[in-house]
């Protein structure tokens, strides 16, 4: 199976950007979907972004379009989250994941353990 490591957050003041990867090990990561989920206290887990094995389908949410870009680099098991124009509301724990076969709602296997990104106004 492969095992996931997040890295990249921290405090960015409104309006800078941050850059989150998640590295995967133990499989080849172009065995898998990959997604970024955020998720803070006393809500429900968000998707916000996820990527085809080999890039040819992209998806972002509402929230996040036009500030957000998703990538990956198979060789070099690699996915990243490129986050600009950041707002508070965009304060939470950052999530990567994989799963098999692109479907988003459908379960990803395979998670992270996260990383937080704080956002001050």
């Known amino acids: 199976q492969v095992q996931l490591v997040e890295s990249g957050g921290g405090l960015v003041q409104a309006g800078g950007s941050l850059r989150l990867s998640c590295g995967a090990s133990g499989r080849p990561l172009s065995n898998y979907a990959m997604g970024w989920f955020r998720q803070t206290p006393g809500k429900e887990r968000e998707t916000v972004a996820a990527?085809?094995?080999?890039?040819?389908?992209?998806y972002y949410a509402d929230s996040v379009k036009g500030r957000f870009t998703i990538s990956r680099d198979n060789a070099e098991n690699t996915v990243n989250l490129q986050m600009n124009s950041l707002k508070p509301e965009d304060t939470a724990v950052y999530y990567c994941a994989a799963q098999q076969i692109y479907n988003i709602p459908a379960q990803w296997n395979y998670w992270g353990q996260g990383t937080q990104v704080t956002v001050s106004s």
């Open positions: 990527i085809s094995r080999f890039g040819g389908n992209i």
